[in-house]
């Protein structure tokens, strides 16, 4: 079965820190995998993907993740986090369960605080 | 990015009544849109796909006579919650990609929808 794991609920970071965020995943094909960001009441914000190629990605805001093929992560970080930067982070994978829909599979999701 | 525009942001109905949600997509053409609900502070939990010109595929659990989503043209799919129920008061939100599966999703604002 395909899955995403997010094992951290919540993140503490102080300002000007660098962050992570982790996610590891499960897939029965090449893995198709994103990181999406919430803000209160908002819908979701796309930050980065990873479908293929160099295994450092980097995207919006200052964000990157790394993909880990071995480990099976794709872990979010940032050199230096900001305040606004807290929020609700999610990361999804491809399900490949579901046809050529490209319906994604979503972590729990991880709630970022940035304290000033 | 594309541009997914959900109408409207909140809404509150008496328990019975019936509440239409729009998610259209602004500056693209959507073959397939999906439909989530989220409770606080929790993930994603995909509802159905809905399709243009074609039934939507419920997730296992969703009742298809209660929550009605119609795909009637490649930029609208509406989410009809029938004989709404304080239990159906929930954030739902809705995605749909550009271009093949393997290319992110875009996300409207999502609708807080609240029956009394």
């Known amino acids: 079965a395909q899955s995403v794991a997010q094992p951290e609920d919540q993140v503490n970071v102080a300002e000007g820190n660098p962050l992570t965020v982790k996610c590891t995943y499960s897939v029965s094909g090449n893995p198709y995998l994103f990181w999406y960001v919430q803000y209160p009441n908002r819908g979701l914000q796309f930050l980065l993907k990873y479908i293929t190629g160099d295994n450092l990605v980097k995207g919006s805001y200052g964000f990157e993740a790394e993909f880990n093929k071995s480990q099976t992560s794709f872990h979010l970080k940032k050199p230096s986090a900001l305040v606004s930067d807290s929020a609700l982070y999610f990361c999804a994978v491809r399900d490949y369960g579901s046809g050529n829909t490209g319906k994604l599979i979503f972590g729990q999701g991880t709630t970022l605080q940035v304290k000033p | 990015g594309a541009v997914v525009s959900q109408h409207p942001s909140r809404v509150i109905c008496k328990s019975g009544t019936s509440v239409k949600i729009e998610c259209r997509s602004l500056d693209f053409q959507a073959t397939t849109m999906f439909w989530y609900r989220q409770f606080p502070k929790q993930s994603l939990m995909l509802m159905a796909t809905s399709n243009e010109g074609s039934k939507a595929t419920y997730e296992q659990g969703v009742e298809k006579d209660k929550f009605l989503i119609n795909h009637a043209s490649l930029t609208l799919s509406t989410l009809t919650v029938t004989s709404a129920h304080p239990e159906d008061s929930s954030f739902y939100i809705c995605?749909?990609?550009?271009?093949?599966?393997?290319?992110?999703?875009?996300f409207g604002q999502g609708t807080r929808l609240t029956v009394v």
């Open positions: 995605s749909a990609r550009v271009g093949a599966s393997h290319t992110e999703a875009f």
